[in-house]
Nanobody
Framework: QVQLVESGGGLVQAGGSLRLSCSAS????????MGWFRQAPGKERETVAA????????YYTGSKKGRFTISRDNAKNTMYLQMNKLEPKDTAVYYC?????????????????WGPGTQVTVSS
């Protein structure tokens, strides 16, 4: 069973950048499809981006495409989310998640393992 921990969150001004990391332990990350999700105060958790097991296929929702980049380094057992041109509406707790498989998985219910989350706050 894989354990996930996010890092890299913090406070940033609008227009700035952050890179989130998701480190895995207990299992080899290369066996899992991965995703990033976020939950803003008072809102449901939503999909941000997802990546296939080998990293060759990625998926983004809404306005994240073009601003956010998901990637993974299976040799380092780590997944990343590079976030550029951040906006106040990006403020949320960001979670990484994993599930067995190969192809991209998009919805929250498809994921079995979750990290505790990292707070991202974008000030205007």
């Amino acid at each position: 069973q894989v354990q996930l921990v996010e890092s890299g969150g913090g406070l940033v001004q609008a227009g700035g950048s952050l890179r989130l990391s998701c480190s895995a332990s207990g299992s080899t990350l290369s066996s899992y499809v991965m995703g990033w999700f976020r939950q803003a105060p008072g809102k449901e958790r939503e999909t941000v981006a997802a990546i296939s097991r080998g990293g060759g296929t990625t998926y983004y929702t809404g306005s994240k495409k073009g601003r956010f980049t998901i990637s993974r380094d299976n040799a380092k057992n780590t997944m990343y989310l590079q976030m550029n041109k951040l906006e106040p509406k990006d403020t949320a707790v960001y979670y990484c998640a994993a599930t067995w498989g190969e192809a991209v998985r998009i919805t929250e219910k498809e994921y079995d393992y979750w990290g505790p989350g990292t707070q991202v706050t974008v000030s205007s």
